[in-house]
Nanobody, 125 residues
Framework: QVQLVQSGGGLVQPGGSLRLSCAAS????????IGWFRQAPGKEREGVLC????????NYADSVMGRFTASRDNAKNTVYLQLNSLEPEDTAVYYC??????????????????WGQGTQVTVSS
């Protein structure tokens, strides 16, 4: 019954913004690290960013640093990924995932235990 349900994807023009949501049920997100990953057609799954359980640290991929940020709403048991200054190269299916490291998080998808269903982000004019 551990589930991550995603929403917020869609079609935007270059330079636009989206906010993706990842709502947890069956566990408390604040006690887990959260990772965001994406996969474009024909490419490997890529780590975007992750936040530690206590939000003490955040790791970013170089390609998104300064444009993407993540936040937690503990009352809603939901994590958000804010996507700004979107480029066509950001087009991908975006996934949230969770695991429970003792310290900081890593951007390695094989470390994560539970995954959302993914949501499509398309950046096109």
């Amino acid at each position: 019954q551990v589930q991550l349900v995603q929403s917020g994807g869609g079609l935007v023009q270059p330079g636009g913004s989206l906010r993706l949501s990842c709502a947890a049920s069956g566990f408390t997100l604040s006690n887990h690290a959260i990772g965001w990953f994406r996969q474009a057609p024909g490419k490997e799954r890529e780590g975007v960013l992750c936040i530690s359980r206590r939000d003490d640290s955040t790791n970013y991929a170089d390609s998104v640093m300064g444009r993407f940020t993540a936040s937690r709403d503990n009352a809603k048991n939901t994590v958000y990924l804010q996507l700004n200054s979107l480029e066509p190269e950001d087009t991908a299916v975006y996934y949230c995932a969770t695991y429970s490291p003792p310290g900081g998080c890593v951007l390695q998808w094989r470390a994560y235990d539970y995954w959302g269903q993914g949501t499509q982000v398309t950046v096109s004019s």
